[in-house]
């Protein structure tokens, strides 16, 4: 694996609740089979994660999977944050729950960044994904944010808004580029929505509308640029992948068939070779702060058992942000983090993904198609989809 560049090696992900006000059609939260939970991450549990994560970090995400403002501790949080003088601290969040108390001790703290989710400017279709939220509580949520900043001359936190794309919102995307640049948005990153088992959404994969896709995309490009919006736009979906049939279901990865969301050409062999994954992955590798040179071609397995951690609100420790295994790999509120970190089940994780050993839930994993289309990992064992013939039931 590639050498750690400095000691503030990790990226962090907290989660200091398990809960949040929506239950937006793409998301775990609807599915029929979640249950919230109602444990929180107190004051001291908060601390004691702190004090050994914060100064190891460079990134630090203060949400990941649950609502960040339905947290009564993210102000002291935020305070831990700036006190370990974390470089990078960041949280998403649906802004429903924004007042302008959090927005003061946002910008008191000098958050740098502030990335808010929302996946149309159209109020019913917002509704109809973002269920029970309404267009006009976000909005005016939303414009707290801007006017706070006015008011306390702060040029921090930028913002961000990400968008999860979809048949329902695919249309939009130019008019939504414009239309949250003026109301100061810095950055707007686009995602390929994951499909989800048991949510009845495989309808919204926007890889059975490939084309519609990649064309939208490409104007987004040319909107961003005038309106001076700097956007992440995913990779090409591959134009002939839903030749075959309409994808209907996510299968799992031994049941075969198919391939993960790809490049526009859409062949397994060539994919390695394009200039657009491999500034992609150099990319990555630079977020990481991992010490390699830049790369034409990338083999290698996921790096996140080395250089992430992802705690949750009671304290257990899971090594990503998509570990469905529901196994924990720790426990702050009894170990140490080199106690977690240097203990077996890290150990085990690593020694699997570096001999591509993949245990159920990597094989399955939601990442690879995400847009992150690393070789050797994403396109081996990855998650596959099974389609419906056209003209069949």
């Excluded at 990790?10 to 200091?16: A, T």
């Excluded at 309409?246 to 397994?268: H, K, M, Y």
């Excluded at 080395?306 to 990503?320: A, E, K, L, Q, R």
């Excluded at 977690?340 to 839930?361: A, C, N, S």
């Amino acid at each position: 694996m590639p050498v750690i560049r400095e000691r503030r090696f990790l990226r962090v992900k907290l989660d200091m609740v398990a809960r949040c006000q929506l239950r937006c059609i793409m998301c775990h939260f609807a599915h029929p089979e979640f249950q919230e939970s109602p444990i929180t991450m107190g004051g001291t549990l908060l601390e004691r994660v702190a004090a050994e994560l914060f100064p190891r970090a460079h990134d630090l995400v203060l949400s990941s999977a649950a609502e960040p403002l339905m947290a009564p501790d993210l102000p002291l949080a935020l305070d831990l944050a700036r006190k370990y003088e974390v470089p990078w601290f960041h949280f998403s969040t649906n802004c429903l729950s924004m007042t302008e108390k959090i927005m003061d001790k946002i910008i008191d703290v000098q958050m740098p960044l502030l990335t808010v989710s929302c996946d149309s400017i159209d109020p019913p279709t917002y509704e109809r994904i973002r269920t029970p939220g309404k267009w006009d509580v976000f909005l005016r949520k939303f414009d707290i944010i801007r006017a706070r900043k006015q008011a306390r001359g702060s040029k921090t936190p930028e913002v961000s808004v990400t968008v999860v794309l979809m048949r329902s919102n695919i249309r939009e995307v130019p008019a939504m580029i414009r239309f949250f640049r003026d109301r100061g948005v810095d950055h707007m990153n686009f995602v390929h929505m994951s499909v989800i088992g048991g949510l009845g959404i495989e309808h919204e994969s926007l890889m059975n509308d490939a084309r519609l896709c990649n064309d939208t995309m490409a104007e987004a490009r040319r909107v961003a640029a005038e309106v001076g919006m700097n956007v992440v736009i995913p990779f090409p979906i591959a134009e002939n992948f839903a030749t075959a049939g309409e994808v209907t279901d996510q299968t799992r990865s031994d049941e075969g068939g198919g391939v993960a969301i790809l490049a526009a050409n859409a062949d397994p062999e060539a994919i390695a070779d394009s200039p657009v994954v491999a500034d992609y992955l150099n990319h990555k590798n630079r977020e990481f702060l991992l010490k390699v040179k830049e790369k034409r071609y990338h083999n290698r397995p996921c790096y996140f058992p080395w250089y992430y951690i992802h705690v949750n609100p009671d304290g257990t420790v899971f090594p990503c942000g998509c570990w469905f295994e529901f196994s924990s790999f720790g426990d702050f509120k009894t170990q140490t983090f080199a106690e977690i970190w240097t203990g077996p089940k890290f150990k085990e994780l690593r020694r699997q993904l570096y001999h591509m050993e993949l245990r159920d839930v990597c094989a399955n994993c939601t990442v690879a198609n995400m847009g992150r289309p690393d070789v050797k990992a994403s396109f081996s064992h990855r998650a596959k989809v099974r389609r419906q013939a056209a003209g069949k039931s």
